[in-house]
């Protein structure tokens, strides 16, 4: 009988968990809006920079890899644009990570004195990087428009396969499964930051094994590796890949998607996260003993 009643109030306490999310709604936008704020406080130009970096980013990438990848218009359709695709959503993933990693430690004064559920940090810092992300997201209107322009002047001639289709309307789709994977990931992260310091070193060597693994700056065809063969296929289990190309099917390739890359993708941020809340969920009390 007392397992039962354990059991019991074991349910009630994780749908006490989940409540609590829509209880301190209001605490969280507001560390949302004070993390976006301080980004660029002591900066001269501010968020402008949110539409700056990843623009010069593009340029530099653009002028020292265009001439390698980007000569064949063959499945890149308009290389800048290719880029920069997959350079704001890889973006997005490494920062909003990164800063839920280190959210619990960076928030441990808070915790050790008042109490507010632990997991609002780690989701905060990915909602308020997805504000940057959302803003950064000007650069590739900005962008894609110049090209558009251009081609049309030019009679379609530079960029024959490059258009708009309502297609482009689907690109919240991959994005949304971005978010959920970016949660799930920060979450898991949180956690082996209180315990592993370390984790931070370690992850900053994953990401960029990740930034070259994930066809970002090139397809696989370029570098003779067809997705067929054993090197395509461990290539593409990384789910970036599949979102990625996702939201290149719906903005540059005007075509829908594969829908292998949406069920692969989905499966995996979803367990993904689900796996998150639960780690966050069983080691969130031993917490204070480690910040």
């Avoid at 539409?51 to 064949?72: A, H, R, W």
């Avoid at 992300?133 to 960029?159: Q, R």
């Avoid at 959920?180 to 900053?204: A, P, T």
Wanted: a positive charge.
């Amino acid at each position: 009988m007392s397992e039962k009643v354990k059991a019991k109030k074991e349910r009630i306490t994780l749908k006490q968990y989940f409540k609590n999310a829509y209880k301190y709604r209001y605490l969280m936008n507001e560390i949302v809006r004070k993390n976006v704020k301080l980004q660029y406080r002591d900066s001269f130009l501010g968020m402008l920079w949110t539409f700056l970096q990843p623009l010069f980013t593009m340029i530099v990438l653009v002028f020292i890899f265009g001439n390698i990848f980007g000569k064949s218009n063959k499945g890149v359709v308009c290389y800048p644009v290719y880029l920069l695709t997959g350079r704001l959503l890889f973006e997005f993933y490494t920062q909003s990570t990164k800063r839920a990693m280190r959210s619990i430690r960076n928030s441990a004064s808070v915790l050790k004195k008042v109490y507010v559920p632990k997991y609002i940090y780690p989701v905060a810092n990915v909602l308020s990087n997805f504000v940057t992300f959302a803003i950064s997201l000007t650069v590739l209107i900005v962008v894609m428009g110049y090209f558009l322009i251009k081609n049309g002047l030019a009679g379609g001639t530079i960029y024959p396969d490059l258009h708009l289709s309502w297609y482009i309307l689907l690109c919240f789709v991959p994005i949304l499964i971005l978010c959920v994977f970016c949660l799930g990931v920060g979450l898991i992260l949180s956690v082996l930051n209180v315990f592993f310091k370390d984790i931070e070193y370690i992850y900053d060597v994953i990401c960029t094994m990740l930034f070259y693994a994930t066809p970002i700056m090139y397809k696989l065809k370029s570098l003779g590796i067809d997705e067929g063969n054993m090197v395509g296929k461990i290539l593409k289990l990384n789910p970036l890949y599949s979102i990625i190309e996702m939201f290149r099917c719906s903005v540059l390739y005007c075509r829908p998607f594969d829908i292998n890359h949406l069920i692969y993708a989905s499966v995996f941020s979803v367990v993904t996260l689900i796996l998150g809340v639960w780690i966050f969920y069983k080691n969130q009390d031993k917490f204070i003993l480690h910040i």
